[in-house]
């Protein structure tokens, strides 16, 4: 006979998570739902499967300033790999087009300043937007052509931090509704190149940095971890 379910409990606070490569944001939450045993938790931010990094998770009273932390700034680490431009703008994707062009540390420098700013930007195909009140992923992996219109978003920082033949990596500060996936497929067309993510780590969503952040593995583990762990409502 099944153990009765503990019954769900009152948490208030935020757990900020360093979400590994290869989990989706919803399964995290529902992980630390259950660790914390919590009647109502929700994200910040969602954060794509392919990407690691931070993840804030509210609990309870925390869940009314997600919309604050949302619109915060948020920071990146990204690697982009030139010469294939994927279906989805990332590693995950199926290759699209190729290149075999490949730019010098000058030439990406010398984009950078038109990809700062207020810019416009059309978001990838695989997004959570909606069309027509489906999301766009959805329409996207049964095979539909999808179309969708230029946003214009804020890039406060964009850093070039290291230079190859094959790949870039690169630091960014942007706005809410900045899509990585999006810099970096145009910035592989603007250089001629072709690019596509091929890692991407998040490291601050608005009040949040990376010393804040808790391993799931921890906070699955030694009791009282998990509570030490919860930052305050504030």
Not at 101 to 109: F, G, H, K, N, S
Not at 130 to 149: F, P, Q, S
Not at 153 to 177: D, M, N, Q, S, Y
């Amino acid at each position: 006979m099944n153990a009765p379910r503990a019954k769900r409990v009152d948490v208030d606070g935020w757990i900020v998570l360093d979400k590994p490569v290869g989990m989706t944001s919803t399964h995290a939450v529902s992980r630390l739902k259950r660790i914390f045993n919590a009647r109502k938790a929700g994200h910040a931010g969602t954060l794509d499967p392919l990407a690691s990094g931070l993840l804030p998770v509210a609990f309870g009273e925390a869940t009314k300033t997600v919309p604050f932390v949302q619109d915060g700034r948020k920071a990146y680490r990204f690697l982009v790999r030139w010469g294939a431009e994927t279906d989805t703008d990332d590693a995950d994707g199926t290759v699209a087009a190729v290149s075999d062009l490949r730019p010098t540390a000058p030439a990406i420098e010398a984009l950078l300043p038109g990809f700062i700013g207020a810019i416009e930007q059309i978001p990838p195909a695989f997004s959570a937007i909606k069309v027509a009140g489906e999301r766009a992923y959805d329409l996207a992996r049964d095979g539909e052509t999808v179309t969708l219109e230029p946003r214009v978003v804020t890039v406060h920082a964009l850093r070039l931090i290291a230079a190859r033949p094959e790949e870039a990596e690169f630091e960014a500060e942007c706005g809410k509704g900045t899509y990585v996936r999006a810099i970096a497929r145009d910035l592989g067309r603007a250089l001629g190149c072709l690019g596509h993510v091929a890692a991407l780590r998040r490291t601050r969503v608005g009040p949040f940095g990376e010393p804040d952040a808790s391993v799931l593995d921890d906070l699955a583990g030694e009791p009282g971890e998990a509570a030490g762990a919860l930052l305050p409502v504030e």
